[in-house]
Structure formats: structure tokens, C-alpha cells
């Protein structure tokens, strides 16, 4: 499995941005799917994981502001973030199993 995150960028606080992890593997559906997130001088911080079924969970920091979706026609999942914070800057990786992508850098400015 290969993964590409895009749709970071810079976003006031207050504002939303909608993350996406492509995945190259047609099996992709059956995988449960992380996205963590990693800030300077701090460690990696999971964030949201779907379950193969669908089913998703939050860490407390973000549960009622995210939410992680998947399309699997597409391979593809989703994290749409909402009512973004400073402390939400960071860069935000996808995780399937072993594999990484590159990350995509957020940042919540004024």
C-alpha cells in the first residue's frame, strides 16, 4: 500500500480544511485507516482511526470538531476538520497498518 494525504494548507482559527489519503492498494476497504498528527518538538498524536467497517473514533482533543469518512470506490479517507484551533497546527500523516504517508502541513493562523 502506497498513501498520499493532500488538502493542508493555512486556515484562521475558527475555519475548516478537509484532509484526503489516497491509497494505491484496490484491497484498501478492508483496512482500518489512522490519520495522527505530529507538532514541532512534540510526539506523533493519533487523531481519528476508521474501521474497515466504517465504524470511527476520535481522540478527546478533537471529537465534535472532526470527522473521518471513507469513500472505498475511490481508496480514498477522509479527515474534515472544523472549527480548527491553533493547537491543531501540525503536520497530519495517514496510516494504514505499517505504512506511511508523507504528511500534509497544517497550520491554524490568524
Known amino acids: 500500500v502506497q498513501l498520499a494525504e493532500s488538502g493542508g494548507g493555512l486556515v484562521q482559527p475558527g475555519g475548516s480544511l478537509r484532509l484526503s489519503c489516497a491509497a494505491s492498494a484496490t484491497m484498501f476497504s478492508i483496512y482500518d485507516v489512522n490519520w495522527y498528527r505530529q507538532a514541532p518538538e512534540q510526539q506523533r498524536e493519533l487523531v481519528a482511526t476508521?474501521?474497515?467497517?466504517?465504524?470511527?473514533t476520535y481522540a478527546d482533543s478533537v471529537k465534535g470538531r472532526f470527522i473521518i469518512s471513507r469513500d472505498n470506490p475511490k481508496n480514498t479517507v477522509y479527515l474534515q476538520m472544523n472549527s480548527l484551533k491553533p493547537e491543531d497546527t501540525a503536520v497530519y500523516y495517514c496510516?494504514?497498518?505499517?505504512?506511511w504517508g508523507q504528511g500534509t502541513q497544517v497550520t491554524v493562523s490568524p
Open positions: 476508521i474501521t474497515g467497517g466504517g465504524n470511527p
Open positions: 496510516n494504514v497498518l505499517w505504512t
